[in-house]
């Protein structure tokens, strides 16, 4: 009997948490069909005309699907080699919020469209479609933020104060028969206009009021280039220092520098190059 369980537990393994088997794959198409149909449900439960026309059979849906997610969990949790490895992980902890919203709708009525969150199982395809390749690009750009959050936050910190500053003159400007009838409610009304968004639900009426709007705006177009310049400046930093990772160092018999990254022989003499790569 446990010769048994263990060679069931290594077939579920080989379907659910691998997808180079004929099985494997099979099971993860299904599984992200059913995930977006389950979000599609959901989203489509938040319709009013919708749900008033095909509730009950949109409940049923979700209610199958729920059902059917929790008895992948269990499955996975049965046939994974460390169950609380798994427990832990990114997409442990997906796969239990994508079923725990539809119980807890009993205790509190609406927190079933946080169902939505099962979407983000959709990430599996990365592994389904073989594009972990380019995840590198992605910590590539991973990187390129943390080395730029300091210079990031000082920026945040500046533009806070800013608002704060302009929201507070903004205030003893206006007043509250203007509609400024706070200094929190008047750097909310700097920030929607040093961003440029303009909801257009506060507005100066005075002249002065008005002239200091229009210099905030000016400043809010400079202002949100800052933070895209300091990213893109480290993005070009860590693509340079990637690129020179792979490139072989230049040919010694004819000097020769421009060699593909995998090339062991000089493309222009034949030499054979230094193996060593650049730091």
């Not at 977006?36 to 849906?61: D, E, H, P, Q």
């Not at 594009?131 to 390129?144: D, I, Q, R, W």
């Not at 206009?193 to 809010?220: C, H, N, R, W």
Request: hydrophobic share 45%.
């Amino acid at each position: 009997m446990s010769n048994k369980n263990t060679t069931l537990k290594k077939r579920l393994y080989q379907i659910i948490f691998k997808a180079d088997t004929f099985g494997g794959k099979l099971f993860d198409i299904v599984l992200i069909i059913s995930i977006i149909s389950s979000v599609c449900v959901v989203m489509l439960l938040s319709v009013n005309s919708v749900r008033n026309a095909y509730g009950n059979l949109l409940y049923t849906f979700e209610w199958f699907f729920t059902i059917l997610f929790t008895i992948e969990y269990i499955t996975r949790l049965y046939s994974s080699p460390s169950t609380w490895k798994y427990v832990k992980s990114f997409y442990g902890l997906v796969d239990l919020l994508a079923i725990i919203p539809t119980f807890l709708d009993f205790l509190w009525p609406g927190t079933h469209y946080l169902l939505v969150i099962r979407v983000l199982r959709v990430l599996r395809i990365f592994r389904i479609m073989k594009l972990a390749t380019y995840l590198g690009e992605a910590n590539m750009l991973l990187l390129a933020l943390r080395n730029s959050r300091r210079k990031v936050i000082v920026f945040f910190l500046t533009v806070l104060t800013l608002v704060v500053i302009l929201g507070s003159l903004m205030y003893l400007i206006e007043g509250e028969s203007h509609g400024f009838t706070s200094i929190p409610k008047s750097v909310y009304w700097a920030i929607v206009t040093l961003t440029t968004v303009g909801y257009g639900d506060i507005s100066p009426k005075t002249e002065v009021g008005q002239a200091l709007a229009s210099f905030i705006m000016i400043l809010g177009y400079s202002i949100l280039a800052v933070p895209t310049g300091i990213v893109t400046v480290e993005l070009g930093q860590a693509m340079e220092k990637e690129r020179k990772k792979g490139i072989p160092s230049s040919c010694v018999n004819c000097n020769e520098t421009d060699h593909d990254r995998d090339a062991q022989y000089c493309k222009r003499c034949g030499y054979q190059l230094n193996t060593n790569r650049n730091t």
